[in-house]
């Protein structure tokens, strides 16, 4: 499917097109507008409406649904080993069985999620502070097999935009105005830069620079401080960023 388009729409329609001339291939309804970003493994297409969906990226049958609960699912899902996370609006992070939708794990933040997350190196990385002025506005890392809590790190602001990993550092935006560079392994901050604009954007580094929009109607290139590049499964997957030849 290579040569396929897939995206969700406010209409509450995910759709496939022809890359080449924008053809309809197949369209699915579901519950709720789509503001997740669709993404594809093994020939199936996951994205979050008013449940999270898995459909053939063939011809769009419905392999399976995961209903998280009344909050619609804006978070993108990733994929790793065989197993999808996702977090929602419900204040939690979910880690299914990307075969058969069956919960593997799940993980209660203080905060309603619309950050996606990524995984690196047997870590989850996700952001909350979405839905409510209650919610916490923290970046989780979490155990990938268990869902335990290896760390968390607070910003002043809700984090939405959806982190990435290169050379053991953790970069993400928050809607306090910073870009966060976060120690993978225990959480620690590296550095911070402020961009007077809330931040959504999800970062994406390439040969040692960060690459992130902001509120403040600015694209920037930062220096990251290392060397190398996104190396987490949301850029391996072309979600919400890539730097290969895709």
Not at 11 to 38: F, I, N, Q
Not at 83 to 93: A, E, H, L, M, Q
Not at 185 to 211: A, C, Y
Request: hydrophobic share 35%; no cysteine; proline share 2%.
């Amino acid at each position: 499917m290579n040569e396929t388009v897939f995206i969700g729409s406010q209409d509450g329609s995910v759709y496939a097109l022809d890359a080449d001339d924008g053809e309809k291939r197949w369209a699915v309804e579901t519950g709720d507008p789509v503001g997740s970003s669709p993404t594809v493994a093994d020939n199936t297409v996951f994205v979050g409406s008013d449940s999270l969906y898995a459909l053939d990226a063939e011809d769009g049958s419905v392999r399976w649904t995961f209903v998280v609960g009344v909050y619609s699912i804006y978070s993108s899902p990733t994929i790793a080993n065989g197993t999808v996370f996702v977090g929602s609006g419900d204040r939690t992070v979910y880690a299914l069985d990307a075969a058969s939708g069956e919960v593997v794990w799940t993980f209660e933040t203080d905060g309603g999620i619309a950050s996606s997350p990524t995984v690196a190196a047997g870590t989850v990385f996700v952001g909350s502070g979405r839905y409510h002025e209650t919610d916490d506005t923290r970046l989780y890392a979490l155990d990938a097999s268990s869902g335990d809590e290896i760390w968390t790190f607070e910003t002043g602001g809700g984090i939405t935009s959806s982190p990435t990993v290169a050379a053991g550092t953790v970069f993400v935006g928050s809607n306090d105005g910073n870009v966060y560079a976060l120690n993978a392994d225990d959480g620690s901050n590296r550095w911070k830069v402020g961009l007077f604009g809330g931040i959504e954007s999800s970062p994406t580094v390439v040969d040692g620079t960060v690459f992130i929009g902001s509120y403040n109607n600015n694209v920037y290139a930062l220096d990251a401080g290392i060397d190398g590049s996104s190396e987490d499964s949301r850029i391996e997957h072309g979600t919400l960023g890539h730097h290969d030849e895709t």
